[in-house]
């Protein structure tokens, strides 16, 4: 199945924003047959949802609890139970005797 199932309502039928420059989340909503839309800025993305021109977009998980993260002043939360699988991990490179 190339999407799933939320709730009973399939993530298909919503319009996703991603940047097309991310090729791993670029090439997941590909896979997943999903309306896209490529937007270049992070904070264009949550004006968009917020505006009502896309449904959802493609974020990295900030290190709280729940989850949730702001984008220009707004908050917004993981759908629960959808979950997108990238094929490659996101790495930072730390030297011990950086300044």
Excluded: C
């Excluded at 021109?53 to 984008?71: I, K, T």
């Excluded at 939360?77 to 950086?98: E, N, Q, T």
């Amino acid at each position: 199945m190339l999407y799933q199932s939320v709730a009973g309502i399939l993530v298909k039928n919503f319009k996703a924003l991603s940047n097309k420059t991310w090729f791993y989340d670029w090439a997941a909503l590909e896979r997943m047959h999903v309306e896209k839309i490529g937007v270049p800025p992070y904070f264009q993305m949550g004006k968009m949802v917020e505006n009502g021109r896309a449904d959802y977009f493609v974020g990295e998980f900030p290190r709280v609890d729940d989850l949730s993260q702001y984008v220009d002043g707004v908050k917004f939360v993981p759908v629960p139970g959808l979950k997108i699988i990238l094929p490659s991990s996101r790495h930072d490179v730390v030297l011990k005797w950086f300044p």
